[in-house]
């Protein structure tokens, strides 16, 4: 017997809500800028935002985006019936904004200096999602 083993299970993954307009719309090129300010809970904005700060080196940007996008998605994630812990998994498209903002959080953060903001993001990331994790490089 693995005395380690959870014994009440994992809680059910949780699957955020598809967005098909907010996603049609980025994947047809529109500026991310333009795409948060018509759906601003739209998490894959904020995330291509933040990417998009952080590999022009604006790495208070890329935080204040993923932050805004981690926050978002906390809400979605909550009315969906996540609880503060389980799995999110990076096969459900819709979960990807929030596994992105959560990845670049934790990059941000390591750029600005916030190293144990940066663990926590990863760990947070690894935990959610192992496959995000891997996906992401983190």
Same mark, same amino acid.
């Given at each position: ?16 809500? &598809?967005?098909?307009?907010?996603? =049609?719309? /980025?994947? =047809?090129?529109?500026?991310?800028? &333009? ?13 291509? /935002?933040? +990417?998009?700060? #952080? =590999?022009?080196? +604006? ?15 906390? &809400?979605? /994630? ?23 903002? /959560? ?10 200096? +916030?190293? &144990? ?6 760990? #947070? ?14």
């Amino acid at each position: 017997m693995d005395l380690q083993q959870n014994l009440l299970g994992e809680p059910p993954a949780t699957h955020l809500p &598809d967005e098909p307009e907010a996603a =049609e719309a /980025l994947a =047809e090129g529109t500026d991310p800028t &333009d795409v948060a300010a018509r759906f601003p809970a739209y998490s894959a904005a904020w995330a291509a /935002l933040a +990417e998009r700060a #952080f =590999e022009a080196g +604006e790495d208070v940007a890329a935080y204040a985006y993923a932050r805004t996008g981690y926050h978002r998605s906390l &809400d979605q /994630l909550r009315r969906a019936g996540w609880k503060g812990h389980g799995p999110v998994p990076w096969e459900h498209e819709p979960n990807r904004g929030f596994l992105r903002s /959560l990845a670049m959080l934790a990059a941000a953060a390591d750029a600005i200096g +916030e190293s &144990d903001e940066a663990e926590r993001c990863s760990t #947070f990331l690894r935990d959610s999602s192992p496959t995000a994790a891997q996906e992401l490089g983190v």
